[in-house]
């Protein structure tokens, strides 16, 4: 089974690592014959080839099982009159693979309940998932700039989606309800938005017409990323579009309490799956050993189960990571005042020590 890593800029190098440390003794503990291929994405990809997503790594992406993906960007790349971007990188690579499914369960482990900004009683309980389309919407519409006689420049960013495109995520969030608590909530803006109110009639049909037996729901963009904090387990599956459903796991990310948490599985209707944390390369910690590993492990979990077939290995990563919790060890970002936080390895290296025993 052949899987492509691509560690990216920022921390990615540093929690892949660790999540292939987890691979590799998954592997050997399950009989699994696990080879990994390394390639470049992102900064390092431009440094060293000049485009943020190389021939040699598509190919070998495409060849491959699943993708495990660290995270791309940083400020050196940050310059707005660059020719390219490492975030350029990513976009292809979904846009080319036809991952246009983002899955991002929130489901914060009882164990970590004190770790989040939020009281206990709120988060209690919540267990979503987000349906994210990934492949259209305003990241890939028609962009551009233009000078203004003025002196000034006019920039434009365009949302467009397409029938066929709302259709397919959204039967994919309706068919994940169904096997879950049957509860669907779309997230639009189709009070002022012509390319949400193509979602909010797309989804109706469908939700009427083949999912009688789910209990669904529409909410604005606005309102849901209030309800997010205020009434987080009342929500299953929610479906949306690209920039909403980035921001608001962002901001669902305080849940668990850290964006070192949450991992996510990007599909399309056929090929390989690629896993990656839902936080970005963290520039701020990059190099200091800090990182929280746990979601680039738990996304490695997601593509044993998603690629693989591999449900019990997934379970196996996912109860040790749950027993080093209950067992009271923190990397800083979801230590409370008085626990003493550990590194990034020294995480990994307990998350071991629970899958040996
Ligand atoms: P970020 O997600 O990198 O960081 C936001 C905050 O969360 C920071 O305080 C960071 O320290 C913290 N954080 C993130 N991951 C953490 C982890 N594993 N453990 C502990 N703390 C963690 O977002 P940003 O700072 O806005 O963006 C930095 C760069 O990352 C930008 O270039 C951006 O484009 C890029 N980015 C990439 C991806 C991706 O590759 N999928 C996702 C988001 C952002
Ligand atoms: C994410 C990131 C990316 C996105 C960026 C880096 C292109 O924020 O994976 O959530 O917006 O999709
Ligand atoms: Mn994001």
Redesign the pocket.
């Known amino acids: 089974m052949q899987f492509v890593l691509l560690p ?1 800029d ?2 990615g190098p540093e ?1 892949v690592s660790q999540a292939r440390r987890v691979l590799e003794f998954i592997g050997q503990k399950f009989g699994h014959s696990f080879q990994f291929q390394e390639c470049l994405i992102g900064g390092i990809a431009i440094d060293q080839t000049g485009d943020p997503l190389p021939a040699e790594t598509i190919a070998a992406c495409r060849g491959s099982q699943a993708i495990l ?1 660290g ?4 400020p050196k790349w ?1 310059d707005p009159s660059a020719k390219t971007r ?2 350029a990188g ?1 976009l292809r690579i979904r846009k080319e693979l036809g991952l246009f499914a983002n899955l991002r369960p929130i489901a914060p482990f009882k164990e970590l309940l004190d770790a989040s900004p939020l009281r206990r009683e709120i988060v209690e309980g919540t267990d979503i998932l987000f349906f994210r389309e990934l492949t259209g919407g305003i990241y890939f519409g028609p962009s551009g700039s233009e000078d203004l006689p003025d002196g000034g420049v006019r920039s434009f960013s365009t949302m467009v989606y397409e029938t066929s495109e709302i259709e397919r995520i959204f039967r994919l969030a309706a068919d994940a309800a169904r096997l879950r608590r049957k509860k669907l909530t779309m997230v639009d803006k189709a009070n002022v938005l012509e390319a949400s109110r193509l979602w909010r009639k797309v989804c109706a049909k469908i939700a009427q017409e083949e999912y009688s037996d789910l209990e669904y729901d529409v909410v604005l963009v606005d309102a849901m990323a209030m309800h997010l904090i205020s009434r987080p387990a009342t929500f299953d599956v929610v479906v949306t579009s690209n920039m909403f459903g980035d921001i608001l796991t962002d901001e669902a990310s305080m849940l668990p309490g ?3 948490m949450l991992p996510s599985a990007s599909l399309g209707a056929d090929g390989p799956g690629l896993y ?10 990059a190099g200091k050993g800090v ?3 746990l ?1 680039t492990i738990l996304a490695s979990a997601m593509m044993l189960r998603h690629s693989c077939a591999m449900p019990a290995e997934a379970d196996a990563i996912e109860a040790a990571v749950q027993a080093v919790l209950g067992a009271g060890h923190r ?1 800083a ?1 979801i230590a409370r005042q008085g626990q003493t936080a550990i590194g990034t390895s020294e995480m990994t290296d307990r998350v071991l020590e629970q899958l040996k025993a």
């Open positions: 990216g920022g921390i929690i993906l995270a791309v960007g940083g940050d490492p975030e990513l850290s964006l070192g990656e944390p839902i936080h970005g390369s963290a520039p701020d910690l990182a929280n590993p979601a990397t970002d």
